[in-house]
């Protein structure tokens, strides 16, 4: 089992800059790949970014290509998710997911087995 608390959330105003975080407990050796999704209001969770503890490679969703980085300290058994030029649209409920084995599809939620409860962010115009 693997145990996942974000932290970071919050408001700001479009282009403004947060930096999320995610720390892992537990069974932390089991978590080969590291993801953020996020959900808006009548919307399907969708795919951020994705990194792997072991070698790093990382992904993103085309929205947030050059505004967002995933990085990982495998010694905090953290995550994290910094965000720039945040703009509206990027409102919603943010998601960190931990997969134990590599994924064909990062963007998919069935490649990961653990999720943490959420924390939410919102960009005003």
């Known amino acids: 089992q693997v145990r996942l608390v974000e932290s970071g959330g919050g408001s700001v105003q479009a282009g403004g800059s947060l930096r999320l975080s995610c720390v892992a407990s537990?069974?932390?050796?089991?978590?080969?790949?590291m993801g953020w999704f996020r959900q808006s209001p009548g919307k399907e969770r969708e795919g951020v970014a994705s990194t792997y503890t072991h070698g790093g490679s990382t992904s993103y969703a085309d929205s947030v290509k050059g505004r967002f980085t995933i990085s990982h300290d495998n010694a905090l058994n953290t995550v994290f998710l910094q965000m720039n030029n945040l703009k509206p649209e990027d409102t919603g409920m943010y998601y960190c997911?931990?997969?134990?084995?590599?994924?064909?599809?990062?963007?998919?939620?069935?490649?990961?087995?653990?999720w943490g409860q959420g924390t939410h962010v919102t960009v005003s115009s």
């Open positions: 997911a931990a997969g134990t084995l590599p994924a064909g599809a990062w963007w998919d939620r069935l490649e990961y087995a653990y």
């Open positions: 537990g069974n932390t050796d089991s978590a080969y790949l």
